[in-house]
């Protein structure tokens, strides 16, 4: 009995049955991305709600919110960057060097949640500036600004929990532990939804107190994630030995984490040029923003569940791949593909026939819902290839293609979106801001897909010939997985 209850919790990558490994891994991470989605839309819908101010105030949130995605950024620059690598690792049958890679991954945790703490709370309302505050912006008026520097400088004191959150839940995944990974979320959420009314509305503390009432969360998010890892169940263990700075390990895990990151902080760079885009073309008018803000959220609400798609079955691609087993790696992403394609395929269609079911989630205004309603279905159109664009792309991760990933991560908003974003608008008005999003989408999308199923069958094939190289030759299996 104790024997079967182990196997249930501790899945073996490399032998249970894909399909059900897929359903026990992927499920949880959706589940975990849609409560992580909470986090943003408890704020937002509470802030919406208070009353003379709910414009201004979720405005400004959409201000804040490119600064807050940097700080999440770096949170998957190590937990997205360093599990593949890890898994590989333990694939390789290399445990030690595994949990090298998790002690190494812990430090440069800590190391970018303190200096982004220092950064936030003394630069602040300079990023607010720069990152076009409707409030600045808009002829002087100053109340969007503030709103958002409260609640950017308590957010900011809370970094470190972030970075914890996301840069160790990673981990957790990689030992197969989705249920335990999904609970690190699902512990803060609870605490959110909870808490938000309370500090918001109960206790007066408008914005203030729903970035008090998220960094409290993630701190209880924070929390249960670090003491996992101090049970006996868990694979990865921290050992001040193991914490001992690698510049290889590092970089490897850097290597692979830059495209992650650069598709989670280049969502900083959009949220930039869409706000300044839309000053310039109605005028500082922050209803515009606020429909934007409401949007964004729609957009997470595809990306955010097939992001978990991918990321929770990383652990089986990147274990199967390491050990050189082609037909399991191939198993799990037919699977994968075709849920994803149903996943998108479902939110588009609801995005083009109901976009303003979006406005009444946020307790927008009567012109907020206007605009939402005028412009979703141009904003959401490519969301049907995200299927590619956020699951395929976390699979070239988790096979080790860094330099792949990069390209794909760069591709849909600094080469296509962002120039898109400052040219339409010069033809189209505020319209042309809002269409660039699906334009950008859809072609990205397809480039994705297509270079996904030619290259492929060729990095499986590059790996299977290396390992047999290996074995001829009498090396070790402890190569490093490719890419990497």
């Known amino acids: 009995m104790n024997k079967g209850t182990v196997k249930r919790r501790l899945p073996d990558l490399g032998k249970d049955r894909v399909g059900m490994l897929v359903f026990k891994l992927a499920l949880p991470a959706i589940a975990a991305q849609l409560i992580n989605l909470l986090y943003n839309m408890v704020d937002r819908i509470y802030v919406g709600a208070i009353e003379g101010a709910g414009t201004q105030a979720l405005a400004a949130l959409g201000v804040v919110f490119p600064i807050t995605l940097i700080v999440t950024a770096f949170g998957y620059l190590v937990g997205l960057g360093g ?15 595994a949990n090298r890679v998790f ?16 950064v936030v709370s003394f630069a602040g309302d300079g990023l607010l500036v720069l990152f076009g505050a409707p409030g600045v912006l808009n002829n002087g008026v100053a109340e969007a600004i503030d709103y958002a520097s409260d609640y950017l400088f308590v957010y900011g004191l809370g970094s470190v929990f972030v970075m914890l959150v996301v ?44 970035a008090l009432a998220t960094i409290i ?9 670090f003491g996992f890892f101090f049970r006996k169940s868990s694979v990865f263990r921290f050992r001040l030995r193991d914490m001992r700075p690698k510049a290889k390990i590092m970089l490897s895990v850097v290597a692979l984490g830059l495209s992650p990151f650069i598709m989670t902080a280049t969502e900083s760079a959009v949220q930039i040029v869409f706000n300044v885009n839309l000053h310039m073309s109605t005028g500082g008018d922050d209803t515009y923003t606020a429909a934007l803000t409401v949007m964004m959220s729609a957009l997470q609400m595809v990306s955010m569940p097939l992001n978990g798609l991918g990321t929770g079955v990383q652990p089986l691609v990147s274990y199967n791949y390491g050990a050189g087993n082609s037909a399991r790696v191939k198993s799990t992403v037919k699977i994968i593909t075709v849920t994803a394609l149903a996943i998108s395929t479902s939110v588009w269609l609801l995005s083009l026939t109901a976009p303003t079911l979006y406005a009444l989630i946020f307790n927008a205004d009567a012109n907020v819902t206007a605009l939402v309603k005028k412009y979703t279905p141009f904003f959401m159109m490519g969301t049907i290839m995200f299927f590619a664009q956020m699951t395929l792309q976390n699979t070239f991760i988790a096979l080790g293609q860094a330099k792949i990933s990069v390209f794909l991560a760069c591709l849909r908003k600094i080469v296509l979106l962002i120039p898109l974003c400052f040219v339409l608008p010069l033809f189209l008005g505020a319209f042309g801001v809002y269409l660039s999003e699906g334009i950008a989408d859809i072609a990205a999308g397809v480039i994705t897909a297509f270079t996904f199923f030619v290259r492929f069958p060729r990095i499986l094939a590059k790996r299977e010939e290396k390992l047999r190289a290996e074995e001829a030759d009498g090396g070790s299996n402890g190569a490093s997985a490719g890419g990497v």
Not at 83 to 97: I, K, L, S, T, Y
Not at 107 to 116: D, E, K, P, S, T
Not at 217 to 225: E, T
Request: proline share 5%; hydrophobic share 55%.
């Open 103 to 118: 002690c190494n991954a812990f430090v440069m945790l800590v190391a970018f949640g303190v200096a982004l703490t220092l």
């Open 83 to 97: 599990a593949p690598v890890a898994n590989m690792r333990m694939g390789e049958g290399r445990p030690d060097e």
């Open 217 to 225: 969360s993630q701190a209880a998010g924070a929390v249960w994630a």
């Open 167 to 210: 840069g160790l839940n990673p981990y957790i995944t990689a030992q197969g532990r989705s249920v335990i990974s999904m609970m690190t979320v699902l512990v803060g959420a609870v605490l959110n939804i909870a808490l938000d009314p309370l500090f918001i509305f109960a206790f007066g503390m408008g914005v203030r107190g729903a």
